[in-house]
């Protein structure tokens, strides 16, 4: 042990039950900050299990100090449009649970958990453990940087709602969430359309140049998908306007 860490243990035995971590364990990073800042934990309790409770455990505690991790972590997480019915850093949706919360609340291992065993809204990305690992660093970054929010309590809807009109018309293929219908449809053969009116869908049919969905296309192509991509494997939907705008309605 270096004399600068010696005399910061001192210290910190000293102040007490401030930090009982480093009764059991050497410090490291002291540089950086408390040990709680990067493995959350309970620093005035020296019973291990106490101690523990809530513990960024090693595997995920690089989250601010690896910034290449992180920004791989970042692009996973762009690329897979996860903000479509997340709200990640100071982005997203509000169909699905604010990750940022999630983060903040829970332990690398439960994320790693949710990320591999998905709710049945949520797409399953098929990440191997290192990805989750980098999808998790970012996660816990991103969390660590927003300002905490006042209690606005987050309620899941992930039981399937009551029938609709997307039920009846989409949902035999499509699946989607919404923040306040909650989950709808059963279909998997097409994809999995929350958020798709917003800029954090990535459309896999529209013509280049067109980024996102609008109302207009949408209408378009659940009339008949050719005129917008000739490629098309979704059949056209025979939908009345009126029925058509609940579908829509269901979707905003
Ligand atoms: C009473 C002793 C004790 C206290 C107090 C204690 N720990 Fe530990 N800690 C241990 C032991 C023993 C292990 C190794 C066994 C294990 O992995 O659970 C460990 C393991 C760890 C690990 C590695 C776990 C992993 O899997 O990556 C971290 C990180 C850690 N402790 C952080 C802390 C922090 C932060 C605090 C203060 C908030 C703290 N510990 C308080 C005894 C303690
Ligand atoms: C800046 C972030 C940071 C701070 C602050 C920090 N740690 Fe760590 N800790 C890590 C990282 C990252 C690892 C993974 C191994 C490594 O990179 O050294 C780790 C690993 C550990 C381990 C697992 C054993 C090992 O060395 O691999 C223990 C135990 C631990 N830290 C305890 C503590 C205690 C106690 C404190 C407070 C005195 C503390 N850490 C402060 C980031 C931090
Ligand atoms: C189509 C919508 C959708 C997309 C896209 C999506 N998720 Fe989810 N996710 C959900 C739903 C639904 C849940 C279940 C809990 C809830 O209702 O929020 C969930 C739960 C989670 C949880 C557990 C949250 C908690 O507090 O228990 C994590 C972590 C998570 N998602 C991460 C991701 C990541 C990372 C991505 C992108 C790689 C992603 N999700 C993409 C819908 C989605
Ligand atoms: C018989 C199955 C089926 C039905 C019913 C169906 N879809 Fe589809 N949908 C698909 C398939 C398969 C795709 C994949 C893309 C393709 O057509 O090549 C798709 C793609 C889409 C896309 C494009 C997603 C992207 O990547 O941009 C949208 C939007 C969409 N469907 C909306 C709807 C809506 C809204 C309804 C109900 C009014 C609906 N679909 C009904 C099968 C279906």
Redesign the pocket.
């Known amino acids: 042990m270096g004399t600068r860490a010696f005399l910061l243990l001192i210290f910190l035995m000293s102040a007490a039950e401030v930090f009982?971590?480093v009764?059991?364990?050497e410090p490291h990073y002291t540089e950086v900050g408390t040990?709680?800042a990067c493995?959350r934990?309970?620093?005035r309790?020296?019973?291990?299990n106490v101690?523990?409770a809530g513990?960024i455990?090693?595997?995920y505690?690089s989250f601010y100090t690896d910034k290449k991790a992180v920004a791989s972590g970042e692009k996973i997480v762009s690329d897979s449009a996860c903000r479509r019915c997340h709200a990640i850093g100071a982005e997203g949706g509000t169909a699905a649970a604010d990750l940022n919360a999630s983060a903040m609340k829970y332990t690398g291992e439960y994320l790693d958990d949710k990320l591999k065993n998905v709710n049945e809204y949520m797409p399953d990305f098929h990440f191997n453990d290192a990805e989750r690992r980098l999808v998790i660093l970012y996660l816990l970054n991103a969390a660590s940087k927003q300002p905490e929010k006042a209690n606005e309590p987050y309620v899941a809807y992930i039981t399937p709602a009551k029938k609709g009109a997307f039920e009846k018309h989409c949902g035999g293929c499509h699946r989607m969430i919404t923040r306040n219908g909650g989950g709808k449809g059963t279909g998997i053969e097409g994809a999995n359309l929350s958020g798709l009116l917003t800029k954090y869908f990535l459309s896999s049919v529209l013509p280049a140049g067109e980024k996102h969905w609008t109302e207009k296309r949408l209408r378009e192509w659940i009339k008949n998908p050719r005129s917008v991509n000739k490629l098309a494997v979704m059949p056209p939907v025979r939908i009345t306007d009126t029925e058509l705008d609940k579908v829509i309605k269901e979707i905003k």
Do not use: D, I, P
Not at 45 to 48: F, H, L, M
């Open positions: 009982a971590c009764k059991c364990h040990c709680s493995h934990g309970e620093m309790s020296s019973r291990e101690a523990h513990l455990t090693a595997k505690s």
